[in-house]
C-alpha cells in the first residue's frame, strides 16, 4: 500500500506559477513511476505528466508542454508539479498517482496503469 498526499494548490492569477507536490509513504517510492492527473468541473479526469521511475524519462500532455515540469526526489519520497504561466483552462483538481512498474525509462499516461491515488488539491487560476 502507497499513500499520497499532494499540497501546494491555490488561488492565483493567470500568467501566475504554483509547485504542487505529492509526498510518498508506505513503500519503496523509487519502485514507482509517478503521474500528475487533473479533473476539470464536469470534465473527466485527464493526464497531465508523468516521470520514470528514476526520473530519467518524462513525458506531459501537449496542453502544459512547455509550462509545467514534473520533477522527483527519491531521497524525500516526493514528486513535484512546477506549473508556470497558468491559464484558466488549467483550473482543476490536481491528483498524483503512484504506477508499480519494472520498468525504469517507461512512464505511462493512461490512469488504468495507476496503482495508488491522492486525495487532490485545488488549483483555481483567475482571468
Known amino acids: 500500500q502507497v499513500q499520497l498526499v499532494e499540497s501546494g494548490g491555490g488561488l492565483v492569477q493567470a500568467g501566475g506559477s504554483l509547485r504542487l507536490s505529492c509526498a510518498a509513504s508506505?513503500?519503496?517510492?523509487?519502485?514507482?513511476?509517478m503521474g500528475w492527473f487533473r479533473q476539470a468541473p464536469g470534465k473527466e479526469r485527464e493526464f497531465v505528466a508523468a516521470?520514470?521511475?528514476?526520473?530519467?524519462?518524462?513525458y506531459y500532455a501537449d496542453s502544459v508542454k512547455g509550462r509545467f515540469t514534473i520533477s522527483r526526489d527519491n531521497g524525500k519520497n516526493t514528486v513535484y508539479l512546477q506549473m508556470n504561466s497558468l491559464k484558466p483552462e488549467d483550473t482543476a483538481v490536481y491528483y498524483c498517482?503512484?504506477?508499480?512498474?519494472?520498468?525504469?525509462?517507461?512512464?505511462?499516461?493512461?490512469?488504468?496503469?495507476?496503482?495508488?491515488w491522492g486525495q487532490g488539491t485545488q488549483v483555481t487560476v483567475s482571468s
Open positions: 508506505g513503500r519503496t517510492f523509487s519502485n514507482y513511476a
Open positions: 498517482a503512484a504506477d508499480r512498474t519494472y520498468s525504469i525509462v517507461v512512464v505511462s499516461t493512461s490512469q488504468t496503469e495507476y496503482d495508488y
Open positions: 516521470i520514470s521511475r528514476t526520473g530519467y524519462s518524462t
